[in-house]
């Protein structure tokens, strides 16, 4: 491999490309006052440029350059649909980039030795429950054929993950620690993982950046403190471009912390390294790019833009680098503000979320709408569900790519008239005149939460000095005050976080490539 990357790196400088300094496996070179892009993992090549005549010429070039008939020869794939890597990406929707790996899930499912074990299981919900960090030390162990099993299946499960389908972490990362010492509880999660799976193996993630000159990547750390059994904290966050989780990551802290602040200083400090690298990647691309970090605790932030003006007994105890962020706020590189807890989607990498706040995280990670899962049970609350009457008898499935929002004055909570019921989002006849205005009040729709999370913030002033410079305000995503919390955390050791840098530079390209379909 490094002979070949010797190779393809000297013929590409030698035709005019100049490499990517953040991830030497892309290269860019202007044709026709545009950018041709080119990325490669081994041999495998991915090109992208907005005119297909300069597309077909690059690949006669590769061909006349690296094919030998004799030996094999290169077969391009042309279109919108593609397989890479074991992903299919698909580029059918203008401006959306849809990653999945249905068949790969299905594979995974079929040679699951036990997969006996599913049948008749009760289809859940959620990947795992609520209590997926506990570990009971009395609990009996498996046997060695269930264990290597576990194992195999768990490093399977972990490649999905980390491509397309983040909505399994926290999952996946925690039996990723306990391959070695599994037991029966352990077994019982794996197998709720795949019953997920199985019903969800239509699910997609979508990918698609905001309209602008400048890209602004937005990044939501954020740390459940002490959730472990050894009472260590669990760092969670995604980063997204506009629509759908670019980078998602869930891991263990690896030191104790005091409190929540340092449980969140910890993520913040986790999740710097991806957010510096992103900018470095996406500037030398071409773009003008703004980092903007969202947390939740006020704490922290006076903590990261103060330091020691901030900083009590209780926290002086940190190592100076968690404060190391302050040096990257003053500076210009990132921007940190506040966002409501409910709103930040780092908060479903930390801990197994249930109900409405699963769904409504979900629904922002992989940018569906409204995905109802294949076997939603009669008595649920997305299967059965009427909004023009105060009844719950009908079914109806729906799979929305983008949201629609509700007509009347937004300024006013009352107007929208909202009600909720157990979850359920119940609206007045008089404000849903159409079946899109219907699919949009489903879930609580976003904008009666948007309004009803605002007002609560504003209502509560935060304990701290306001002139400490923290912004309290929640930020909107556009006009349509569309909110989408994001955030993304690093690999805990070098070599993981070169792969992860890998993962993340194959889907930040993706966007070129929509954009030059």
Same mark, same amino acid.
């Given at each position: 491999?490094?002979?070949?990357?010797?190779?393809?790196?000297?013929?590409?400088?030698?035709?005019?490309?100049?490499?990517?300094?953040?991830?030497?496996?892309?290269?860019?070179?202007?044709?026709?006052?545009?950018?041709?892009?080119?990325?490669?993992?081994?041999?495998?090549?991915?090109?992208?440029?907005?005119?297909?005549?300069?597309?077909?010429?690059?690949?006669?070039?590769?061909?006349?350059?690296?094919?030998?008939?004799?030996?094999?020869?290169?077969?391009?794939?042309?279109?919108?649909?593609?397989?890479?890597?074991?992903?299919?990406?698909?580029?059918?929707?203008?401006?959306?980039?849809?990653?999945?790996?249905?068949? +790969?899930?299905?594979?995974?499912?079929?040679?699951?030795?036990?997969?006996?074990?599913?049948?008749?299981?009760?289809?859940?919900?959620?990947?795992?429950?609520?209590?997926?960090?506990?570990?009971?030390?009395?609990?009996?162990?498996?046997?060695?054929?269930?264990?290597?099993?576990?194992?195999?299946?768990?490093?399977?499960?972990?490649?999905?993950?980390?491509?397309?389908?983040?909505?399994?972490?926290?999952?996946?990362?925690?039996?990723?620690?306990?391959?070695? +010492?599994?037991?029966?509880?352990?077994?019982?999660?794996?197998?709720?993982?795949?019953?997920?799976?199985?019903?969800?193996?239509?699910?997609?993630?979508?990918?698609? &950046?905001?309209?602008?000159?400048?890209?602004?990547?937005?990044?939501?750390?954020?740390?459940?403190? &002490?959730?472990?059994?050894?009472?260590?904290?669990?760092?969670?966050?995604?980063?997204?471009?506009?629509?759908?989780?670019?980078?998602?990551?869930?891991?263990?802290?690896?030191?104790?912390?005091?409190?929540?602040?340092?449980?969140?200083?910890?993520?913040?400090?986790?999740?710097?390294?991806?957010?510096?690298?992103?900018?470095?990647?996406?500037?030398?691309?071409?773009?003008?790019?703004?980092?903007?970090?969202?947390?939740?605790?006020?704490?922290?932030?006076?903590?990261?833009?103060?330091?020691? *003006?901030?900083?009590?007994?209780?926290?002086?105890?940190?190592?100076?680098? +968690?404060?190391?962020?302050?040096?990257?706020?003053?500076?210009?590189?990132?921007?940190?503000?506040?966002?409501?807890?409910?709103?930040?989607?780092?908060?479903?990498?930390?801990?197994?979320?249930?109900?409405?706040?699963?769904?409504?995280?979900?629904?922002?990670?992989?940018?569906?709408?409204?995905?109802?899962?294949?076997?939603?049970?009669?008595?649920?609350?997305?299967?059965?569900?009427?909004?023009?009457?105060?009844?719950?008898?009908?079914?109806?499935?729906?799979?929305?790519?983008?949201?629609?929002?509700?007509?009347?004055?937004?300024?006013?909570?009352?107007?929208?008239?909202? *009600?909720?019921?157990?979850?359920?989002?119940?609206?007045?006849?008089?404000?849903?005149?159409?079946?899109?205005?219907?699919?949009?009040?489903?879930? *609580?729709? &976003?904008?009666? *939460?948007?309004?009803?999370?605002?007002?609560?913030?504003?209502?509560?002033?935060?304990?701290?000095?306001?002139?400490?410079?923290?912004?309290?305000?929640?930020?909107?995503?556009?006009?349509?005050?569309?909110?989408?919390?994001?955030?993304?955390?690093?690999?805990?050791?070098?070599?993981?976080?070169?792969?992860?840098?890998?993962?993340?530079?194959?889907?930040?390209?993706?966007?070129?490539?929509?954009?030059?379909?």
């Amino acid at each position: 491999p490094l002979l070949w990357f010797r190779k393809i790196t000297n013929h590409l400088k030698d035709n005019g490309f100049e490499i990517n300094p953040y991830d030497i496996c892309v290269a860019n070179k202007q044709v026709n006052g545009k950018q041709l892009t080119v990325m490669w993992h081994v041999d495998d090549l991915k090109v992208s440029h907005k005119e297909l005549p300069v597309v077909e010429g690059f690949i006669q070039w590769v061909k006349d350059t690296f094919e030998e008939p004799k030996i094999k020869k290169i077969t391009p794939s042309m279109g919108k649909i593609h397989d890479y890597l074991g992903i299919t990406v698909d580029y059918t929707i203008p401006g959306v980039v849809r990653l999945y790996m249905k068949d +790969y899930i299905k594979n995974v499912l079929d040679k699951f030795k036990f997969k006996d074990e599913l049948v008749g299981m009760r289809v859940p919900q959620t990947p795992a429950a609520d209590h997926l960090y506990t570990v009971n030390p009395q609990a009996d162990k498996l046997s060695d054929d269930k264990r290597e099993e576990l194992h195999t299946v768990v490093a399977k499960v972990l490649f999905l993950c980390k491509r397309t389908r983040p909505d399994i972490m926290p999952t996946v990362p925690f039996l990723c620690t306990r391959v070695k +010492y599994a037991d029966v509880d352990d077994w019982k999660k794996l197998l709720r993982l795949l019953k997920y799976l199985e019903d969800t193996v239509d699910l997609e993630l979508r990918l698609s &950046a905001e309209e602008g000159d400048i890209l602004i990547p937005i990044f939501s750390p954020d740390g459940s403190h &002490a959730v472990h059994a050894d009472m260590k904290g669990h760092t969670g966050s995604s980063m997204t471009l506009g629509k759908g989780s670019v980078m998602s990551l869930s891991n263990k802290q690896k030191i104790n912390t005091k409190s929540s602040t340092e449980t969140e200083l910890v993520a913040a400090d986790e999740v710097l390294d991806q957010a510096l690298w992103t900018k470095h990647f996406l500037e030398a691309q071409g773009y003008q790019c703004e980092i903007t970090v969202y947390q939740d605790n006020t704490s922290a932030i006076l903590l990261e833009k103060n330091h020691q *003006e901030s900083q009590s007994r209780r926290t002086r105890h940190l190592n100076i680098r +968690y404060f190391r962020i302050k040096h990257y706020i003053h500076d210009g590189s990132i921007t940190v503000q506040y966002c409501p807890t409910d709103l930040m989607t780092g908060d479903y990498f930390t801990k197994p979320l249930q109900g409405k706040k699963f769904f409504r995280h979900r629904m922002s990670i992989m940018n569906h709408t409204v995905h109802r899962l294949k076997s939603l049970p009669m008595g649920s609350p997305l299967a059965n569900r009427s909004v023009l009457e105060n009844t719950h008898t009908t079914v109806r499935t729906y799979e929305v790519s983008e949201p629609r929002m509700i007509e009347g004055d937004h300024n006013d909570f009352s107007a929208l008239g909202a *009600e909720t019921n157990n979850g359920r989002a119940n609206m007045k006849a008089s404000r849903v005149r159409t079946a899109d205005q219907i699919e949009a009040a489903l879930f *609580e729709d &976003a904008e009666t *939460e948007w309004i009803l999370i605002q007002r609560k913030v504003r209502a509560k002033k935060p304990k701290h000095d306001t002139n400490e410079d923290v912004n309290m305000d929640v930020v909107q995503d556009n006009a349509e005050h569309r909110v989408e919390a994001r955030g993304d955390v690093g690999g805990r050791s070098k070599t993981k976080k070169r792969v992860n840098f890998n993962i993340w530079t194959e889907k930040l390209t993706l966007f070129s490539l929509s954009e030059h379909q």
